[in-house]
Every structure is written in C-alpha cells, then in structure tokens.
C-alpha cells in the first residue's frame, strides 16, 4: 500500500506551528511531509499481517485470535500466561496497580513517561539505576541501557528489600536514545534480584531491536539468531509489559505477561475493569492476529538488519555533517542532542522543544522533543525536573521510508544546524497536569 504525502510552503508550516502551539503533537498529520513523530503504531503492516485482519473472529469470549496470540508469545519470549490490553500503557496501569503499594520504590533502567505516571499514580516512586554514561549523549558505550548494580544495592539497603516492588528493566532503553541492555548486565540484575526475592518485570516494547544489538555488538553472541536472543533476555525476567506497536508492528495493542500464577490470576482479574474480556483486552479480533504474526516478523535477523541500518544510515549522514547527536546511534531512532545544537538556550527555554519546531518550520519533517517538556514535574515539589538530555528524537516507522526520504530528513537537520543561531527559546503558555508534553502550547520568545 502507498500514502501520498503533502508538501507545503513556509508560510502554511509557520501558520500550522503557531496554531499547533509550536507543539508537534498537535499538528494535523496532514500537514506532515515526513513523519518521524514516532515508531508507535506507524510501522506498515506486512501482506501476511493484512490477510491476517481478514480472519478476525470477534466473539466476545474465547476467540481464536486469542489463542493464536497466546501462542506466539509462549513459542517467541517464553512467558506463560497472557492478558492483552489494548496498549502498553493498559498494561502499565494493570502491573502497577497490583505490585505497587504505597511508598513502594521501582528501581528501573531510566523512566518512560507513561510507565513512571503509573508507577506514581500507583503510591510508588521510580529511581533510576541506568549507568552513568546513559545520561551522556557523548558516552560511546556500547550498552547504555545496562544497569547500575551499585545503585540497585544502594537503594536496597536504605529502604530494605520489602520496599521494592520489582526492578522494571526495559529492552532497549527509549528516553536515553534507544539504546539497548546487554545480556551481561541483564544476568549479573538478575542475580543479585534471584538473592533479594526481587521480580524483574520487563517493558519489552522493543525487546527484538534489543536481541539484535546483542547479537551485532556483544562479544559471544555473533552466531545465535535475534530470535533465540529475544527468549534468552525474556527467560531471565519474571513477567513483561509490552506495546505491541512498536517491535511487533501493529497499529494498536499490547498485553501484560508472566510466569506467575498468582500475578496472572490477579491481572486476568484486573483487566475485565479497566480494559476488556480477558481474551481480548480493548483489541479487536483482527488485531490479535496481526499482532500474532507480526511477532514472528519482529525477530527474524533479516527484518531487523534492514530496520536499524536504516536507522544507522540516517545517523551516520548527520555524523559526517558534524551535527550533534546520541552516540553511539541506537535502534528505532536517531536523536539530536538540543543543548549541544542550541548552546545559546538555557534548558528553561525548551531548546529541544523550539528545535522540533524549527525542524518542521524548515521542511515539515516531524520529530519529538523529549527534554525537559517531557520529563515533566516532580509530584510532591511541583518543580521542573531538568534532565541531563534535551533531546529530538527523530523516529524511523518500520517498513514505511525509503533511504531517500533519509536523505531529506538529513538535508534539513543539516540545513536547520547551519542556521541554528536565528533559533530563539520559548515559553510554555498552557501546561496540562499529565504527560504535559502531549497537549502542552508555547509561544516564541
Ligand atoms: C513512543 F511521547 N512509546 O515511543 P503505549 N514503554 C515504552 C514505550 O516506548 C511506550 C510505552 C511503554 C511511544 C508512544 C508514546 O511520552 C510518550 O502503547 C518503552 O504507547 O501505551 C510508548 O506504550 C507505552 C509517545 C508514549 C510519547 C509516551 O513514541
């Protein structure tokens, strides 16, 4: 299936961004050239997914997609019992409400914004254990997404383990760039988790990307598939919250998974209030069964060679130019590094905010600011929280861009960066209370 895209002037961009108040999220999708908002539900699906949809069985109860789902995700990541719900963040929700209690902690491998709300909605408080060179967009380690063990032990023996709900890990580690966790790190967190009686409950929204940069980049795992990696990290973790809109390529979906019993029991519970039927959870028949077989997509070597040097070729072309961005590239984008881009803007003037902005402004390229907009405020101060990087992370969808549409997007960050100076901050002007950077509006300073 092809899309016809929309290519407008300067003056029709400057009217959209204004009135979208210089907020990405609030643009029309038409008045997008080339969209790179995110890798979310925008992926095309495959001729095997399409005929998929066509063998939809929508009884309310017991319908066979469900069970075809249930299927492939006991063959490919390993869990035993299955609750879908109808994104990552009904999962989230479902998890959080059962394993948190209040002044729990959730040591994780840095925040999503989705997953902390929960987490925070919940009575608990997330702390971030990721290493030190995660929060570094200079840092050339090769798994940024590894955890601390220090400050996991740390943070055990000031609240005591009774404290610790579980440790939330996530393949592979979207706010630091994606970059993924190595099997090292996952083996030495679940050791030292094994000796505490602490779960691992993994967000595996991206766990096949993850797989692949082990087999790419960690020493002994050069001959094992992508596939047999994905179970390998799954098997070391006790349950997982996925968005099956990203590795999995579906438009909408998700579900919770685990190897508990007892957590099951409460979940299939849980989810007939919030989300749907047990064997369906908010998802359509038809979509059970795309997602069924879009994960037996996700985790073939081939797809995944093609996906991410996709991404590295974008990456790459801005290296050469000299553009700042996260190093080394990672897996479903490549981010900009705003506060190196716009050194002339204190983090209080949105920089990766405004450079979002004048990345449409320039060609109608669509990105995403994740910085301080995203990161949001702390619950009990009500002040900003100032992360380390201020960052536009520019998506790649899966199986819809050509290299050449790569090139456009390059040939505008390049031409933004040379003009970066006529750049100016601006200044929030509506703030909603939750996830602010979804509706939040701005005015040009
Ligand atoms: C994204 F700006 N991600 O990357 P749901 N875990 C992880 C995700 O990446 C994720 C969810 C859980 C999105 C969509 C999105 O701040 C934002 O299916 C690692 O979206 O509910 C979603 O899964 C939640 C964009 C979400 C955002 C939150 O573009």
Not at 110 to 131: C, N, P, R, S, W
């Amino acid at each position: 299936m092809v899309e016809p895209v929309f290519m407008s002037t300067l003056k029709e961009r400057k009217e959209a961004i204004e009135r979208a108040g210089y907020n990405t999220f609030l643009l029309r999708s038409e008045e997008v050239y080339i969209d790179l908002l995110t890798d979310s539900g925008t992926s095309a699906m495959s001729d095997r997914q399409w005929a998929g949809m066509m063998l939809g069985d929508e009884a309310y109860a017991g319908s066979r997609n469900f069970f075809n789902l249930e299927n492939a995700i006991q063959k490919y990541y390993g869990y035993k019992y299955v609750v879908p719900t109808h994104q990552g963040r009904g999962a989230e929700h479902i998890i959080s409400k059962i394993m948190i209690k209040q002044g729990d902690f959730i040591p994780g491998n840095m925040y999503f914004t989705t997953t902390k709300l929960h987490q925070e909605l919940a009575g608990g408080k997330f702390v971030d254990i990721i290493i030190d060179e995660a929060h570094d967009p200079e840092s050339m380690h090769p798994f940024k997404g590894d955890v601390d063990l220090n400050k996991l032990e740390n943070l055990i023996n000031e609240v005591g383990q009774d404290q610790i709900a579980y440790v939330a890990m996530a393949t592979t580690v979207n706010m630091a760039g994606g970059q993924p966790i190595s099997m090292a790190s996952l083996k030495a967190l679940r050791k030292l988790t094994n000796q505490y009686g602490i779960k691992i409950i993994h967000d595996m929204t991206r766990v096949a990307e993850n797989a692949f940069m082990i087999q790419q980049k960690e020493e002994g795992y050069q001959h094992k598939s992508v596939e047999e990696i994905t179970r390998m990290i799954c098997d070391l973790t006790d349950g997982a919250t996925m968005s099956a809109k990203k590795d999995a390529m579906v438009n909408i979906g998700g579900f919770l998974a685990m190897n508990d019993k007892e957590l099951f029991d409460e979940a299939r519970n849980m989810v007939v209030i919030y989300e749907g039927l047990h064997t369906y959870g908010g998802m359509a028949g038809r979509d059970m069964e795309a997602l069924a077989i879009g994960i037996a997509e996700s985790v073939k070597d081939e797809h995944m060679k093609a996906r991410i040097g996709q991404v590295h070729y974008l990456g790459n072309k801005l290296l050469e130019a000299g553009v700042p961005i996260v190093k080394p590239v990672g897996t479903h984008g490549v981010f900009l590094d705003a506060r190196a881009f716009l050194s002339h803007l204190s983090q209080d003037k949105f920089p990766a905010q405004a450079l979002a902005a004048a990345l449409y402004l320039d060609s109608g390229v669509r990105a995403m600011e994740r910085g301080i907009v995203s990161a949001g405020r702390d619950p009990i101060t009500g002040e900003h929280h100032y992360p380390k990087l201020e960052l536009v992370r520019l998506t790649i969808p899966r199986r819809v861009y050509t290299q050449a549409h790569m090139d456009v997007v390059a040939e505008s960050v390049i031409s933004v960066f040379e003009n970066r100076n006529s750049i100016r901050g601006l200044k929030m002007v509506y703030e909603p209370k939750y996830l602010r950077f979804f509706q939040a509006r701005f005015e040009s300073l």
